[in-house]
């Protein structure tokens, strides 16, 4: 684990309260983009598991040509990393943010670097995780990501006394495909990588989970055919797709799920979430669910500006309060 730290962030919001009105100010009403974060920490002490077949080259394109925000998404990722993001006024609730990007490649500001900010204006530090894609010949294949976000968990947990951070405190937001891997990283309780430092000792089991308009199920019809072919294959077996689909898995005893998607999501259908909310109910985990009619899909932050879902973190933050993870 190697991480570099070079002043401050430059964060927009002025001050952390709870349920910042200010958090909501929308990207677009700044001139610049804001700055990068300084601070990022690599997942691995070497290099990740697994790559002795991998030969792609990294890369991240810009979408984006309006200088107000990035749109930037990654690609061939090869040395996973955690970007943070530090509030003035931490309140000690840490969350790892997972962006989406249908498994083919990892969206950077829309799900992620916007997201977090928002999240940070309220005093939480936020850490945005840039995984491994399962079709760049990694041995661990569809579970390649989930080794990431299980060892992302673990070292923001790991060093969260040190952070001066609560250890109890560190839930896992996943939107789109990045819902499906923070849905796995959830539901499922089986390490998917031999142990490499101390830091694999503790729990990778989140304390809240917040899945965005997520990928949930891996089956016809409502399955979404990018993430599905980019994870399993064009011609998954039946014992994969039950393996790899959210809805099938055992949720007994697992931390308490947040869902959000939008009536009228044309690429990711919301019986994805209403699926995964019937199973949550059968096996007694705590839920909510919010459905809103309009919104479309991939909305993160600056695309539902206007809109009864742009509401959508502040309904998480209550929530994560009434679940006394904020005060």
Request: hydrophobic residues 45%.
């Amino acid at each position: 684990m190697i991480t570099t730290r070079r002043g401050a962030l430059g964060l927009a919001a002025a001050a952390a309260t709870p349920l910042p009105a200010q958090a909501m100010i929308p990207v677009s009403q700044t001139m610049v983009a804001p700055p990068d974060p300084t601070e990022t920490i690599r997942l691995w002490p070497g290099a990740a598991p697994g790559g002795a077949r991998v030969t792609v080259t990294p890369v991240v394109t810009e979408r984006s040509t309006d200088p107000a925000f990035h749109d930037r998404f990654a690609r061939y990722t090869t040395e996973p990393i955690l970007m943070v993001l530090r509030p003035a006024r931490p309140n000690g609730a840490s969350l790892l943010l997972i962006p989406g990007g249908g498994y083919r490649w990892a969206v950077v500001d829309k799900e992620g670097l916007d997201c977090a900010r928002v999240f940070a204006a309220a005093g939480i530090t936020c850490f945005v995780l840039r995984y491994r894609l399962p079709g760049d010949g990694w041995t661990a294949g569809p579970d390649a990501p989930l080794q990431d976000a299980q060892r992302a968990l673990r070292l923001v947990r790991a060093r969260a006394a040190a952070d001066g951070l609560d250890p109890a405190r560190v839930a896992v937001l996943g939107a789109s495909a990045g819902g499906h891997l923070a849905g796995m990283l959830t539901a499922r309780t089986d390490q998917t990588y031999a142990a490499v430092d101390e830091a694999d000792a503790v729990s990778m089991r989140p304390d809240l989970s917040i899945l965005l308009y997520p990928v949930a199920t891996m089956a016809p019809p409502f399955a979404h055919a990018g993430s599905r072919r980019e994870m399993l294959g064009e011609t998954p077996s039946a014992e994969a797709v039950a393996r790899y689909s959210l809805e099938r898995m055992d949720w007994r005893g697992r931390p308490p799920v947040f869902l959000l998607h939008a009536m009228d999501d044309e690429a990711v259908p919301v019986e994805n979430s209403l699926q995964l909310l019937t199973a949550l109910k059968a096996a007694g985990v705590k839920a909510e669910a919010h459905l809103f009619e309009e919104g479309g899909h991939g909305f993160g932050i600056r695309l539902i500006e206007g809109k009864p879902a742009a509401i959508w973190p502040e309904l998480v933050l209550r929530w994560a309060q009434r679940r006394g993870w904020v005060s």
